[in-house]
């Protein structure tokens, strides 16, 4: 039996493989991959859903995932189903005739990537099949801050990213985190929240931040927005993207092999305030 997921959720893409049914696509919402794509093989009966029960086999080809909320994952999962309804995409044309679905559901996808709100969140675009791999158009490439990713999502074994209480950073003083420790922005106590801190990948950088004081400083100059694409660092002063300080805050940054766990949406809410 795997391992728990910690916090994920993905919005897929699945592709029917059987020849009665070939080129029909589904979108879907989950928080475990590998078990949904069963499901959906096999049966409604056992948690599929009933626009694949019976059409299979399905084979998840792509994910997107990273959203900082289920709430924000099925709102993409609906829009991404709903283009022609979503006031977000009424600039993006029909599907042609000679578009085949599984091309026009990238095409959507494409699109919402650049805008708002999705075009600000941490998004990883995973290529689970890389033989349905494709391209996106030059015109249409996902903003810099959204990396693409290969290969199956890992099953976490529980073990917490460095962003976790009791575990040694790399850069920070052994042993530190077991004398009180105060934010840089805010100089409140870390320990006075549910949010873990932050902290910068660059080695030897001091900081050490509350969520949404990190995001605040970063948002200083775009006052309208509620979420940051990145910003200069505090503490080493370097240009960071604030989806590299979430990815290393969950031990994925580099190599995108774990899975983020981005799920503290009570402080985007409060951004948002």
Known sequence: ???KLRGFCGVYLLLCANPRYRGRVYIGFTVAPSRREGQHNAGRLCGGAWKTSGRGPWQMVLIVHGFPSDVAALRFE?????????RRLSHVSRR????????????????????APWCRLPLTVRWLKQEYHRDFPLTLQPPLHMPLAFGQVPVMDGAGGPG???????????????????CTLCLKRLQDTDDPPLRCFHPRCPLTAHPICLAQEFLHEELQQFLPVEGRCPGCKNMVLWGDLIRYHQGSYGGLEEVPDFSQGHWTEELQG
């Open 96 to 115: 042609a005739r000679q578009e085949t679905r599984y091309d026009f559901h990238l095409r959507i996808l494409a699109h919402m990537l650049r805008v």
């Open 1 to 3: 039996m795997g391992a």
């Open 164 to 182: 976790e209480r009791g575990q040694d950073v790399p850069g920070h003083p052994e042993g530190q985190e077991s004398q009180p420790q105060l």
């Open 78 to 86: 609906w829009a991404w189903q709903h283009p022609h309804t979503s």
